[in-house]
């Protein structure tokens, strides 16, 4: 799975590029500068999910206890047409995902009143906007469920559970699960890959899709009693794969009696990205595939009508970060065609119009990810609004569509653009619909990121941003935190993140932040993504050092005897390249990022991406896998690093942190290792993160002041 998750996506200047929250206002006085705890303090809203009437909208928000150490998601609600937002279900369980019937009187989510998760139901009054009667368990399964959605026709719901592929039944699951917990031995035979994946071991299951009965049979006791349920897809294969977030990747035909999903079902997954398309009746049966490319096929969305099915694809094999194309397959003729061939970005979130003559779609481009739209006669993508969107979703009359919107001043809220009236119509309207962090927010004083461009490698244009302190004084010399951004092919653009967040680093200290979006960044052309395979210290290297350079001949008011380097994943590796070739920073943070690229290619596993990006296997490309490998360079090793590493780190093993740690410190360069036991390639307990982020920004304040 792609690095550029690693690293939210951050952020270009909303001023520039477009609206921002109304509370999201620039440095003024009366306000104070963005604190950690802030930050822990704003709800996280999931996706909207509007009802079938047009009335509401029920989304997921999560809130985090910074001194219980947790965080944990409630249902919430909102007029579609903007207002107060309120709790759905006041209860002290954890529930997401919510889904409306297609009727809009009924509500599945996911709940973790019971462990492991179910998925829950509950009825809806459209005309208050509250949830009606007792809320019940849908499922009961050992292997627990999640991800549930409903059939068009109201008859059933598909979910997700993990179950052992070799098991036939729910008491097969429960006996397997009740042995291994009961057991005093607990090591693992491992007969293939993968073994382990991001932060966990497989633990022999397999995520199968099931099928259950949304009605109960009225003839049977309390509890209800549903068909079901049923296996959809059984054999030693994920359904879906590992999806690090975005839209789900199965869905259910409008007449409700087919389901379409992603699966890889390559012998080596590990070496694998041939995710592709398969269609199986709702009632069960042989899958029949439908995709074609030996790259990723994914994400599967019907047209309202039926008559199509719209996925995104990758054209090569093993490359992770390919183009996404947009392909529509006519279901009749069965037959596909890509809509975007001549089109060079890569597709996001997609959504049909409910009269099935258009898909809209995000697609990154300069740091934004702005809403397009792209009929059905041939032509080329239309830009619908520039700002950085997710998650869309229709209204069902198609009048709105409403989307998650963030930027690098605000966290997402759920906003909607009107598009019935002329699908070409230029800029129109987005409105807030929530507004549940402004009251936090107006009391924060944020700096607007600002873009700018350099001549880098190869004489091209790079993309560069800057976030300015809080009271910034032009008169004064500020020290710089020099941000690097993971991936590789990844991007800093006008969104935020909770991990690396710009504002707070900016805040903290009172730096310069500045981000370059190098030859591997992603929103800028696929040959520029491209061109960063087999060159990790070479065109992406001199990019950043050229910005630097040039931030600091246009820019006075930043004092270059003190600037700091920091970098998590690919920007972990950079942070350790960068100290085998320049002496100009005052310190380094490196976070979870390769020291020795053969001994990482041994490591992880997800091995495609090292085979790709350094164009084989180590034993027969060993001298390109030790051109740009950083543990060859330690005897030019002087500038003070801090070095950061998770015990549960399978992407980017701990390894690599204590090889680092341990050549810097026989070197006697300034050093300390900040390790998290608990934690893998992202620091995520609350906690964790406040600690995180006080030895980083205490890191570079020693040696910048």
Not at 316 to 332: H, N, T, V
Request: glycine letters at 8%; a negative charge; one cysteine or more.
């Amino acid at each position: 799975m792609h690095w550029k998750s690693l690293v939210i996506l951050i952020a270009l200047t909303a001023s520039s590029f477009g609206q921002t929250s109304p509370s999201a206002a620039n440095s003024s006085s009366g306000k104070r500068p963005f604190t950690f705890e802030d930050m822990m303090a704003l709800k996280r809203l999931a996706e909207p999910v509007p009802s079938p009437d047009g009335k509401w909208v029920v989304f997921g928000a999560q809130d985090v206890d910074l001194e219980a150490n947790t965080k944990k998601s409630h249902l919430w609600i909102v007029p579609a047409a903007g207002g107060e937002a309120r709790r759905l279900n006041p209860t002290e369980n954890e529930e997401e995902r919510p889904k409306f019937s297609p009727d809009g009187t009924k509500l599945i989510f996911t709940s973790k009143a019971t462990d492991p998760t179910q998925i829950w139901m509950c009825g809806f009054d459209p005309a208050e906007g509250k949830l009606s009667g007792d809320s019940h368990q849908v499922t009961s399964l050992s292997s627990g469920a999640d991800g549930g959605i409903w059939s068009p026709d109201g008859k059933n719901i598909v979910f997700v559970s993990a179950v052992y592929p070799e098991c036939k039944d729910e008491a097969c699951n429960k006996q397997r699960d009740e042995e291994l917990a009961k057991s005093k031995v607990k090591a693992k035979i491992f007969t293939k890959l993968l073994y382990r994946h991001w932060v966990s071991f497989t633990e022999f299951k397999r995520s199968h899709l099931f099928v259950v009965s949304a009605e109960a049979d009225a003839s049977q006791p309390n509890p209800p009693v549903r068909l079901g349920p049923r296996d959809l897809t059984p054999g030693d294969h994920d359904v879906p794969p590992f999806n690090l977030g975005g839209q789900d990747m199965y869905a259910i035909s409008p007449d409700g009696q087919e389901v379409a999903y992603t699966s890889n079902v390559d012998q080596v997954e590990a070496t694998s990205t041939n995710n592709e398309i398969f269609l199986v009746p709702i009632t069960g049966g042989t899958p029949k595939k439908i995709s074609t490319s030996p790259g990723n096929d994914n994400t599967p969305v019907y047209s309202p009508d039926g008559r199509h099915i719209a996925w995104k694809s990758m054209a090569r094999a093993g490359f992770e970060a390919d183009k996404q194309s947009l392909i529509i397959y006519q279901r009749q003729l069965e037959q596909t065609q890509n809509a975007t061939a001549d089109w060079d970005r890569s597709v996001g979130d997609l959504a049909w119009t409910p009269d099935a003559k258009a898909l809209y779609f995000t697609a990154e481009d300069h740091g934004e990810a702005p809403i397009w739209s792209l009929a059905l006669d041939g032509k080329s993508p239309t830009e619908v609004a520039r700002l950085h969107a997710g998650d869309l979703t229709f209204s069902k009359d198609g009048r709105s569509l409403f989307f998650s919107r963030v930027s690098v001043t605000a966290p997402a809220e759920i906003a909607r653009v009107e598009v019935s009236e002329s699908r070409a119509a230029d800029a129109p309207e987005v409105t807030y619909v929530t507004h549940v962090n402004d009251a936090l927010l107006s009391q924060i004083a944020m700096q607007p990121l600002e873009p700018f461009t350099f001549k880098g490698a190869a004489n091209a244009d790079v993309q560069g941003f800057m976030v300015k302190p809080p009271g910034f004084d032009p008169s004064k010399k500020y020290p710089l935190k020099f941000l690097i951004h993971g991936g590789p092919q990844g991007a800093w653009g006008n969104s935020w993140s909770y991990r690396w967040n710009p504002e707070l680093f900016a805040a903290s200290g009172n730096y310069v932040v500045v981000m370059i979006n190098f030859h591997g960044s992603t929103g800028y052309g696929q040959a520029f993504t491209d061109s960063i395979s087999g060159d990790w210290g070479g065109k992406p290297y001199e990019d950043l050092m050229k910005g630097l350079d040039y931030v600091e001949k246009s820019y006075s008011f930043i004092d270059k005897t003190r600037e700091a380097a920091l970098g998590a994943s690919y920007g972990g590796y950079m942070a350790n390249w960068i100290l085998g070739h320049t002496d100009r920073f005052k310190c380094i943070v490196s976070h979870d990022g390769v020291f020795n690229t053969e001994s990482a290619y041994g490591t992880t596993e997800e091995l495609w991406f090292n085979e790709w990006e350094f164009k084989g296997l180590p034993w027969k490309n060993r001298e390109l896998y030790r051109k740009f490998s950083p543990h060859l360079f330690a005897e030019k090793f002087k500038t003070p690093t801090l070095v950061v590493h998770g015990q549960l780190d399978y992407r980017l093993d701990v390894a690599e942190g204590f090889q680092l740690f341990t050549t810097l410190q026989r070197l006697n360069v300034p050093s300390e290792m900040l390790y998290f036991p608990d934690e893998g390639h992202w620091v995520l307990k609350p906690q964790n993160a406040r600690l995180w982020y006080r030895t980083v920004n205490d890191w570079v304040d020693q040696w910048t002041e």
